[in-house]
């Protein structure tokens, strides 16, 4: 399934649109690409804005420095205020604070929405994509260099894939030294079985 992009006019797969929960198709009209970039100049425009004069906190009712007391962007309350605010609603709403924390990882860190993890995971049956098991907890895994999400693997695949995404050249190296390969130095040599005592002149493992 295809749309067209409001923004730069280009027909994409869906799959290039943000969810959202209105609308027919349940997609934003821009895709992801466009988004990105309007976030990028909008967040840029705002921080370049020269931020004068004061403002009255709704909160608190006291006057103050937008460009001292106040985050920088579109904030109603004050620093202090906002802050106090966001420690009482963590401490009064625990879950939602965890489940927003984590999809803000996921959206800041690969792009990823909460709908389209759930997706992945659904897809995978709730397994690691690499040793199909079942574990306590998932991690996505991403190219590090593309940064593009390949899928949800258990803590030991991820670390894994990691060592050999960063070190390609000793795969088959690896896989040489581990069946006992002829041509590996000191690949010849014997030593006794665990639990044995080693041999005069011989090097335990």
């Known amino acids: 399934m295809e749309r067209r992009c409001t923004g730069c006019g280009l027909t994409k797969p869906i799959d290039e649109f943000y969810r959202q929960y209105k609308g027919k198709e ?14 990028k100049k909008y967040t840029q425009w705002r921080m370049l804005e020269p931020i004068t004069g004061t403002k009255v906190c709704p909160k608190c009712g006291i006057e103050k420095d937008r460009a001292t007391e106040y985050a920088p962007g579109r904030h109603g309350y004050c620093r202090a205020c906002a802050i106090q605010w966001k420690i009482k609603w963590a401490k009064e709403n625990p879950d939602k604070r965890k489940k927003w924390r984590k999809a803000e990882h996921y959206r800041d860190r690969y792009g990823l929405e909460m709908a389209d993890h759930d997706a992945l995971m659904a897809m995978q049956e ?30 030991p695949c991820n670390q894994f894939v990691g060592h050999l995404e960063n070190k390609m050249g000793l795969l088959d190296a690896a896989l040489a030294y581990i069946e006992g390969s002829e041509d590996l130095p000191g690949a010849s040599r014997q030593v006794p079985p665990v639990g044995s005592e080693p041999t005069r002149g011989l090097e335990s493992a």
Request: aromatic residues 2%; hydrophobic residues 25%; proline residues 2%.
């Open 26 to 39: 349940k997609r934003q009209s821009k895709c992801r690409t466009c988004v990105s970039e309007y976030a």
């Open 126 to 155: 709730g397994r690691c994509a690499l040793c199909k098991k079942d574990p306590h907890r998932l991690v996505v895994d991403h190219d590090h260099k593309t940064g593009v999400v390949r899928g949800l693997l258990c803590d």
